[in-house]
């Protein structure tokens, strides 16, 4: 072999975050000192949503699946002794990325960095946002505003800045296929790129600094050849759209550039240990091709169906990717599958089926309009419960889910209060003490800030306007205004948004022919609504609390519908006074709660303590989530009916179980179901 330059290694991040700017600051230090090469920061959902950390909806939720960020003193305690001149830093917020943005900019000033110098990327994909992960905040219009009005001030002000990530990672989560993944994402992109250049904000001679400063963030599943494939894929049709949509012709701006979170969907909490190999079959992904090669990787934990990964569970996954990047030759060769007639017919054939599917799109208007008109969501819903119907019957397997499921005692579980990482529940008193301390003392030295009400009026006189909305932005986060204050001044002139669920228009995904498990569970359904007395069983699906990921809700909202309940389901984001009003308004047999944040152990009972008030001690209450055992023990003994958690796969026997609930509710017999 002639010697050659080894190529240079991708980024390497961890997705970090948690409990309070002390102890992420102390998780980060102690990551760059491992090897780690850039941050990746992870927010709690209050900050995600633009709420402070004492509002009613971020009960439970604070510090929980991310580090909270309520103002400038949060984030300069979040960089502490980190020069984030020399970071390169990816900040996992959407619908406040704006806010996140310009603390993150003031900080680095107070550092005295040249801002220009500044790297790193703000994911800033509202569209996900209302397909997948539902922490939206504005309306679509307005929303593209603020993503437009940052890359416009980021062209010009941070260079170096990737101020979008279009992000198709959460995409596949929600159940796309390859070809959705690809279209869907691209036709973000097109929405993006068209509100820039029709902004007038950035003349068509810039265009080209533009569209080299968008990269993307993509989901790397099992099926590691199509994977791989589909990154080629992406590659191709990015070169295609930028150059004859936007006439971009030089080639290092249209370089598709991409960095990679690896599956989280396909870990199972069932022997978590193959959740390794899975790990790595989906690094390879998207490392193993040169030209399609991701420039930042992230790998979720083995344990991360399980609960909250500990450092020493993220040091194993940074390892995995340190072994193939240094110990391995891959980096020393040119592309492996140049050439290769498997992979280039399988890579046109992505590449056309997105192509037709991107133009479906546009046909309609265009990304947003396929948002507002719920046909993007209800696809994805669709083709989520098409993939849990295959599981089900057993045509996709799942190593130690659904085929070979015996399984040795686990020495990494034995334990399993231990084996995961788990928050202070106090951290939410301290981390709100800290904030009324804040709100309290900013004007004081040793801050000294300005009085914030002059600079969120400014903020909402901008909003009412056509400017710019990030030197406004700026000023409140140097006023000392808090991620709520700045949230709620933009929902006041832009009001909020309410996703379309996707559920209604779901098609059905399992058939319910005789003698199959779903007939059963309908005559079961059937039964009882005759018994009781009822028309139709009505079954509320709630997702108390800011967890946005809707996935798991919608599967089993679906799938009571087609087993013949009247199904109940207003979408994400509620407190657990509206889900017990919504109860007793439509007066429910069952109500069913989805959470997969951690927030469980204080809204559940809630739920369950005001239907109690109420008189409702009737109606069961049945939890689904990542819910750790002992939290789960904890649950039935303060009254819910039945736990499942992501290892209870079979949804249509989940629904059977409820039916049973609201049968012992209701003190009637045991049906018999035949064997």
Not at 65 to 74: E, I, N, R, S, Y
Not at 192 to 218: C, H, K, N, T, Y
Not at 398 to 421: H, K, M, R, S, Y
Request: proline share 5%.
């Amino acid at each position: 072999m002639t010697e050659r330059q080894k190529d240079r290694p991708w980024l390497m991040r961890t997705y970090a975050g948690h409990s309070t700017a002390e102890a992420s600051n102390e998780l980060y230090r102690r990551n760059l000192a491992k090897g780690q090469t850039g941050l990746s920061v992870a927010f709690d959902l209050p900050t995600q949503t633009g709420y402070d950390s004492d509002h009613v909806l971020a009960r439970g939720e604070v510090g929980r699946v991310g580090v909270p960020v309520a103002h400038l003193g949060d984030m300069r305690r979040l960089f502490q002794d980190i020069p984030l001149e020399q970071m390169n830093t990816s900040m996992t917020i959407n619908a406040t990325a704006m806010w996140l943005l310009a603390l993150y900019q003031v900080v680095a000033e107070e550092q005295g960095a040249d801002i220009t110098k500044l790297q790193g990327t703000t994911q800033n994909d509202i569209v996900k946002e209302y397909l997948s992960r539902g922490t939206h905040v504005f309306p679509p219009g307005p929303s593209l505003r603020l993503t437009t009005d940052m890359i416009a001030y980021t062209v010009s002000h941070l260079p170096k800045w990737n101020p979008i990530n279009i992000c198709s990672y959460h995409l596949q989560e929600a159940g796309a296929t390859p070809v959705q993944e690809i279209a869907y994402a691209m036709s973000t992109a097109i929405a993006v790129l068209d509100a820039v250049r029709d902004s007038g904000q950035v003349p068509q001679e810039r265009m080209g600094d533009v569209v080299g400063r968008i990269s993307f963030f993509v989901n790397a599943g099992v099926r590691f050849v199509e994977e791989m494939c589909k990154m080629r894929a992406f590659g191709r049709i990015w070169d295609r759209v930028t150059r004859e949509r936007y006439g971009i012709e030089n080639p290092k701006h249209r370089r598709f550039r991409y960095g990679v979170q690896v599956n989280s969907l396909g870990l199972t909490e069932a022997q978590p240990e193959n959740n390794v190999q899975r790990i790595v079959l989906e690094m390879l992904a998207v490392t193993l091709s040169k030209d399609a090669r991701a420039r930042a990787v992230q790998l979720p934990a083995w344990n991360e169906a399980l609960g909250l990964p500990r450092p020493w569970d993220q040091q194993w996954s940074l390892r995995i990717q340190q072994v193939l990047a240094h110990e391995s030759d891959l980096l020393e060769y040119e592309d492996l599958f140049e050439g290769s007639k498997v992979v280039e017919a399988k890579v046109d054939e992505l590449v056309e089926a997105a192509f037709a599917e991107i133009d479906r799109i546009q046909e309609m208007g265009g990304a947003m309009a396929a948002v507002e008109s719920g046909y993007l969501k209800s696809q994805l819903v669709a083709s989520h419960a098409e993939r849990r119907a295959r599981i089900e019957s057993g045509e996709e397997k799942i190593i130690g889910v659904n085929a070979f499921e015996g399984t040795e005692p686990n020495p990494l579980t034995a334990d399993l209060d231990t084996a995961i990482q788990t928050v202070d529940p106090a951290v939410e008193a301290r981390v709100i003490a800290s904030l009324q301390n804040w709100r309290d003392t900013r004007y004081q030295p040793p801050f000294n800030h300005p009085r914030p009400c002059k600079a969120l009026e400014k903020l909402k006189e901008a909003a009412r306007g056509t400017g710019n909305l990030m030197e406004a932005t700026l000023e409140c986060a140097r006023a000392g205004a808090t991620t709520g204050e700045w949230a709620g001044a933009l929902r006041e002139v832009f009001g909020e948004f309410r996703a379309p669920t996707g559920v209604s228009s779901a098609p059905v995904a399992v058939t319910a022919e005789e003698g199959s498990a779903l007939s059963e569970v309908r005559r079961k359904v059937e039964l009882t609504a005759k018994e009781m007395e009822v028309g139709k069983l009505r079954f509320l699906v709630g997702k108390p609390g800011l967890d946005g990921h809707s996935n798991g809700a919608e599967q089993i909202a679906v799938r009571a519908r087609d087993a013949g309940f009247e199904v109940v389901y207003q979408g994400i984001r509620l407190t657990p006074e509206q889900i017990v009003d919504a109860a007793l308004a439509e007066d429910v047999h069952a109500v069913g709660l989805s959470i997969l944040s951690g927030s469980h152990a204080q809204l559940v009972p809630d739920v369950l303590e005001r239907l109690r008030v109420a008189g409702a001690t009737d109606i069961p209450v049945i939890a689904g989530g990542i819910i750790p055992n002992g939290d789960a023990e904890e649950l039935r003994a303060a009254g819910v009916a039945a736990v499942f958690t992501p290892k209870d796969f079979d949804i249509t026997g989940i629904i059977g179980r409820i039916v049973d609930e609201i049968r012992y509710a209701n003190k009637l017999d045991p049906l018999e179901v035949p064997a």
